[in-house]
């Protein structure tokens, strides 16, 4: 993915800025430091697009992914041919940036729910090409992931739904089909598909824009289930604002696609400390 990402910066003949104002020979010692309060994450995805530009350069973290930075925080040195620095600085910024404002927005949305016993996952609401990167980067600001692709659990939407004949029939036809092998979790809109999901035999429900009346006794009948607790999660309008709430009525977990499609970017930028 780094590869893929230089490439793009490479393509059409090269750094042509940097070859024509930095010497062959020239050294900088730069650190990228911290300018905004968060948590940093993809600390490795940085250092390998420097390295890769050239591997003289050498780096060193100066944080771990996870940690909480405040603005001068420097979480990264960087140290070698001026050229391959200045050339892989905006791929690595490109990457680190996205990547802690993933880590700092799940944060908000882990502190939201502290100390409830619900947890922040993520969804497959990811950019193309970086979800494993951001899929990290929910788990380093506190969050938990869900599936990391379709293949390794099952996921019954309202279109799955809709092409079995009801909630009833996805449920059971996704069972009999998954196993032992794979989770399987329903999404339903009401209590009413709810209660058709637990008679046909779901272990895991995604409780979809349920008010929190509803959303209290959906939690309360799956607790009650005479096979078991059935877990539960909550989606659609989950916030630091409502996860309070969400919270509240007990449910296992809230469903939140932001966390990796609308996470503003943590500002970290690449300051020059010294040359030789």
């Known amino acids: 993915m780094v590869r893929a990402a230089l490439a793009e910066d490479l393509a059409d003949g090269g750094d042509a800025t940097a070859a024509a104002t930095v010497a062959s020979g020239a050294a900088l010692e730069a650190e990228v430091v911290a300018r905004a309060d968060g948590i ?14 050239d591997e003289r350069v050498l780096v060193t973290p100066l944080a771990a992914d996870g940690d909480r930075v405040a603005p001068g925080t420097p979480v990264l040195r960087v140290t070698g041919p001026a050229r391959g620095i200045l050339t892989a600085e905006r791929t690595a910024l490109n990457l680190l940036c996205h990547l802690s404002g993933v880590a700092t927005l799940t944060a908000a949305h882990v502190a939201a729910v502290a100390g409830t016993g619900t947890v922040v996952r993520d969804t ?3 950019l193309p090409g970086l979800r494993a990167l951001e899929k990290a980067a929910v788990v380093a600001g506190g ?7 379709l293949g390794d659990g099952m996921l019954v939407k309202d279109n799955h739904v809709a092409a079995a004949g009801g909630v009833g029939p996805a ?7 998954a196993g032992d092998r794979l ?6 809109d009401d209590l009413a598909q709810l209660d058709e999901a637990l008679d046909a035999g779901a272990r895991a429900v995604l409780l979809d824009n349920f ?9 309360r ?12 999660e909550a989606s659609g309008g989950v916030t630091p604002a409502t996860l309070p709430g969400i919270a509240a009525t ?3 977990a809230g469903a939140v696609g932001a966390l990796t499609h609308s996470a503003p970017a943590l500002d970290l930028g690449l300051d020059a400390v010294g040359q030789g």
Do not use: M, W, Y
């Open 221 to 232: 009948r799956c607790r009650a289930h005479p096979g078991g607790p059935v877990f539960t």
């Open 211 to 219: 008010d929190l009346a509803d959303l209290a006794e959906a939690v």
């Open 171 to 177: 449920t059971r036809l996704a069972l009999a089909a």
């Open 250 to 252: 007990g449910v296992d």
């Open 143 to 149: 969050g938990v992931n869900h599936r990391r692709s």
């Open 124 to 126: 497959r609401k990811t």
């Open 40 to 53: 940093v994450a993809g600390l490795e995805a940085a250092r390998l697009a420097f390295t890769t530009v």
């Open 183 to 188: 989770p399987v979790q329903i999404e339903v």
